[in-house]
């Protein structure tokens, strides 16, 4: 079975500061891994997708992953936080091209002080 | 293109009402998911389908009904709801496997 791992629910960086948010997942097979984010009351949406090919993965917003299979993890970061980053964030993984579910971890929410 | 559409945005239930929760996606998927999202847990998986009259039980499947009767359209049931069953409900659609999931803007269900 999946699952995933999210250090921290919670995040407060100061705007301009790096954002580091931890993700670890367990998988039987080579997995596809997402970040999703979520802005208050609304549904969630794909900032990016690691899906077997280049380890580091650059998606919205200027975010980005990277995948170590040796740490099983896919931390997301930003190099400097804007305020309009205030949201909730979600880790997830599926288990590769088979997989036609999610599994989310706990979620992130981030806090960015002016 | 409206995408993925649920309603209501949300509602108040008494202990033991029945409810549906619509769900429709104008984008031709095959995949449809529901999900709850409850506070530090992230979103479970309730039932999914992979196609019209093909359905399956996710993670948290107890209290709940689905059905899929066309492509477009997957509407969750609750029969004899609880307090357990407040949270907020998400429904997502994806072309296939490995593909992204597009989310509704959810449903806030309150059990009292």
């Given at each position: 079975a999946q699952s995933v791992t999210q250090l921290g629910s919670h995040v407060s960086v100061s705007e301009g500061a790096l954002v580091l948010l931890r993700c670890n997942y367990s998988s039987s097979v080579p997995p596809y891994l997402f970040w999703y984010v979520q802005y208050p009351n609304q549904g969630l949406q794909l900032l990016l997708k690691y899906t077997s090919a280049a380890t580091l993965v650059k998606g919205i917003n200027g975010f980005e992953a990277e995948f170590k299979k040796s740490e099983t993890s896919f931390h997301l970061t930003k190099p400097s936080a804007h305020m309009s980053d205030a949201a909730e964030y979600f880790c997830a993984v599926s288990e590769g091209v088979a997989g036609n579910k999610l599994t989310f971890g706990g979620g992130t929410r981030v806090l960015v002080k002016p | 293109n409206a995408g993925v559409t649920q309603t209501p945005k949300f509602r108040i239930l008494k202990i033991g009402q029945s409810m549906t929760l619509q769900c429709a996606q104008?984008?031709?998927?095959?995949y449809m998911y529901w999900y709850r999202q409850d506070p530090g847990m992230g979103l479970k998986l309730i039932y999914y389908s992979v196609g019209a009259g093909i359905t399956d039980k996710g993670e948290v499947p107890n209290g709940y009904n689905v059905s899929r009767s066309t492509t477009e359209d997957f509407p969750l049931r609750l029969e004899l709801a609880a307090p357990s069953q407040t949270s907020v409900y998400f429904c997502a659609s994806s072309a296939g496997l490995g593909n992204v999931l597009t989310f509704g803007a959810g449903s806030r269900l309150t059990v009292l």
């Open positions: - | 104008d984008m031709n998927h095959n």
